[in-house]
């Protein structure tokens, strides 16, 4: 896959887990103009080839209601909301690199309508 420079967007990820490998004092960063935090949390099921299995619990990303107690709504084009509001969160952890998919089920999004797929390499001691 071609990686397109305009697509490309700082990102960093901070991601924990107990011993019951539920995914704690997690989240997300995004930078386009400014940085905005999502918390992400969920579960990791890792396997016998050093891969980890991220899946969340469907609520990453989620800003649907502009006003306190009123109706979830879908993003407008012109909202600009960290990771565009998509919902769930997976992710693959294998060998320093993490591919992973953001995607609604509810909402969908002119030219993602498979939700958006991002790539994370490793930068050393652990970090993303």
Not at 25 to 32: A, L
Not at 35 to 56: E, K
Not at 72 to 94: H, I, K, Q, T, Y
Request: proline share 5%; aromatic share 10%.
């Amino acid at each position: 896959m071609r990686r397109d420079p305009e697509l490309a967007v700082p990102v960093k990820l901070r991601i924990a887990w107990d011993r019951n490998f539920t995914v704690v004092n997690s989240w997300m960063e995004e930078t386009q103009g400014k940085t905005r935090y999502s918390p992400s949390s969920g579960s990791l099921t890792c396997d016998d080839d050093d891969a980890c299995h991220f899946v969340g619990d469907g609520i990453f990303a989620q800003v649907w209601t502009k006003n306190r107690g009123g109706e979830p709504e879908c993003p407008g084009a012109n909202d600009r909301l960290p990771f565009g509001g998509f919902r769930d969160l997976s992710m693959v952890l294998r060998n320093g690199e993490i591919t992973g998919l953001v995607v609604d089920e509810t909402c969908f999004f002119a030219g993602m309508e498979d939700g958006l797929t991002f790539t994370l390499q490793e930068l050393g001691g652990g970090r993303l």
